[in-house]
């Protein structure tokens, strides 16, 4: 049933009714998209008709709660969404990763006056991108951007943000920032941060006075993200806009673990693409060696060394799809009753998936060159976009330190910290 709040915005937007139907309608857009990602990526051709495929879709909306018209999926189902659509197409999967992570801010932490209308722009088709990480910091947590509270309870809004993939295609940017003017205390000033205020989110519209979107990007993966600037030059913001965030991490959450479950997925879903493009290319363009047809093998394919090494790229690819499932299975179990262990194991689990994907995309988009052979090293054919997707979007965070995490929790069960990147 649709609340009545809902039905009067009207919205233009497919109403997805359960995780077999987002299935199904993720899995009809990844066809779509794949047929011309490889151009966009050339090209850098930024995918917006593509993006409004995905709004008009109603995929965006499957994490809305059905209290408030959602479809309200699993975890399991949002992360073979982005599975699916990172094997298609790596960039367009990653630009609206955000978008539900930012979803869940509010959920956690939103007032029902706040869910009731942002939930409703999701609904509506509307899109959150996000504005978080900055330049020239101490590290990547100290958050200069400030929220400067003003006489009549709204704020003004001052900073500039990098990487902010989906900004650009947003109707609302998710900014994250600190209530303050940006002194630093002592023990901030000696951690080479600032550390005046608490963390909140400001979620503000991309068209606002004072707010631009830059398209900066020149990463050489992912490169049709628009993963840009954003500069906010005394922005107005509404106090009703702004949520608590430093709030979430005081108790047992999964807010990191949501978000690197759909990092997880994207990598996954690499991995599994370049192996689907280097299979395709062996059965149809690759030439046997000459070595094998004297031994009787008349086509690449039929070649054992081939056929070996198909074999083991797969047991990767599988291994990672694997792990995806088994930590967005424990992520479902700990939302339906969190506590700090199932938190913990919710944590331990993404984290033992995102390290998995990571490598196998690496390796897998690496590796398709070795099994297609000279060929497939022409430039117009674009396979190399695979590896350099890969090698880009798991520079996101280092998996050195989830695998410090997975060791501890094992050795001697001290769960994982309590931040957005675990």
């Known amino acids: ?71 309200e999926v699993s975890a399991r189902t949002l992360a073979e969404i982005f599975r ?169 959450q999964l807010h990191g673990a949501v978000a690197q479950l759909l990092h997880a997925a994207i990598d996954a879903g690499i991995a599994a693409g370049a192996l689907e493009e280097a299979a395709a290319f062996v059965r149809t363009r690759s030439r046997p060696w000459f070595e094998a047809v004297g031994e009787g093998y008349g086509t690449a394919a039929e070649d054992p060394l081939l056929v070996q090494r198909f074999g083991e790229l797969a047991l990767g690819v599988r291994a990672s799809a694997a792990l995806l499932a088994a930590a967005a299975d424990a992520v479902d179990a700990a939302r339906a009753e969190l506590t700090d262990e199932t938190a913990a194991e919710a944590s331990i689990a993404v984290a033992a998936a995102k390290a998995h994907a990571a490598g196998t995309a690496v390796d897998t988009g690496s590796a398709l060159f070795e099994v297609a052979g000279t060929r497939a090293a022409q430039d117009g054919l674009n396979l190399h976009r695979f590896w350099r997707d890969a090698r880009t979007h798991t520079l996101h965070d280092p998996v050195r330190w989830k695998v410090q995490h997975i060791g501890r929790y094992v050795l001697t069960g001290a769960r994982p910290p309590r931040h957005g990147l675990l």
């Open 1 to 71: 049933m649709i609340a009545p709040w809902l039905r009067a915005l009207g919205a233009e937007v497919l109403a997805l009714g359960d995780d077999a139907e987002a299935l199904a309608v993720a899995a009809a857009l990844a066809g779509e998209f794949r047929a011309g990602a490889a151009a966009r990526d050339a090209e850098r051709a930024l995918p917006r008709a593509e993006v409004d495929r995905l709004s008009a879709s109603g995929l965006l909306a499957v994490s809305v709660p059905r209290a408030y018209g959602g479809a």
């Open 84 to 252: 699916l659509l990172a094997a298609a197409d790596p960039s367009l999967a990653q630009i609206p990763q955000s978008h539900f992570v930012y979803v869940n801010v509010l959920l956690r932490q939103g007032t029902e006056e706040q869910r009731k209308f942002f939930l409703g722009e999701v609904l509506a088709g509307r899109r959150f991108g996000n504005a978080q990480s900055e330049k020239g910091t101490a590290h990547v947590q100290d958050i200069r951007t400030r929220l400067l509270p003003g006489a009549d309870g709204a704020y003004l809004l001052t900073g500039e943000k990098h990487y902010a993939t989906g900004a650009l295609f947003a109707d609302w940017i998710p900014v994250l920032a600190r209530v303050g003017a940006g002194e630093r205390t002592a023990r901030g000033a000696a951690r080479g941060a600032a550390q005046d205020g608490p963390l909140h989110v400001a979620y503000v519209r991309s068209d606002a006075p004072g707010v631009s979107v830059v398209d900066d990007w020149d990463g050489m993966g992912q490169r049709t993200t628009a993963s840009g600037t954003v500069r906010l030059a005394e922005v107005a913001v509404a106090a009703d806009r702004v949520v608590p965030h430093h709030l979430t991490f005081e108790g047992p």
